[in-house]
């Protein structure tokens, strides 16, 4: 039978404790759901492989939402089901406001970041984030 509800939830700092693991009262009310019949996934900005651990501890199966709704996998196949990556000409003007304004600019692939070098005093935080993390000098 096919679930009429589904639950998507957020990962980091929503579900994970600062510690990083779900509170036992969260746990057992996914469980709840799950057992009510609701679809649970995550949908979070999070590299695949940042999402199946947690989804493989939950016992969740259906497909995650990962790099901000970019990508979309199975919880127990690994495998891609959609790829939504943002187009070249909406992603450039984009990226050239936000460094004019001093931000800065990383890009998250399926399975890896990559940050422009001058971003450097950022980069270990950002590059913390996956374990593939590259740095380009290329604009």
């Not at 900005?45 to 901000?68: F, I, K, M, N, Y």
């Amino acid at each position: 039978m096919r679930p009429r509800f589904l639950l998507a939830l957020d990962v980091d700092g929503t579900l994970l404790t600062r510690d990083g693991r779900v509170a036992q009262r969260d746990a057992r009310a996914l469980e709840r759901a799950r057992r009510a019949g609701i679809a649970v996934t995550l949908a979070s900005g999070r590299q695949p492989a940042g999402l199946w651990p947690l989804a493989e501890a939950l016992g969740l199966v259906h497909p995650l939402v990962a790099v901000d709704g970019g990508l979309i996998v199975g919880a127990r196949s690994r495998r891609e089901l959609q790829r939504a990556p943002l187009p070249r000409p909406v992603a450039a003007p984009l990226v050239e406001g936000w460094r004019t304004r001093g931000l800065s600019v990383f890009f998250m692939t399926a399975d890896a970041i990559v940050a422009r070098r001058v971003d450097h005093a950022r980069f270990p935080f950002i590059g913390s984030w996956s374990p593939i993390a590259a740095q380009t000098d290329d604009p």
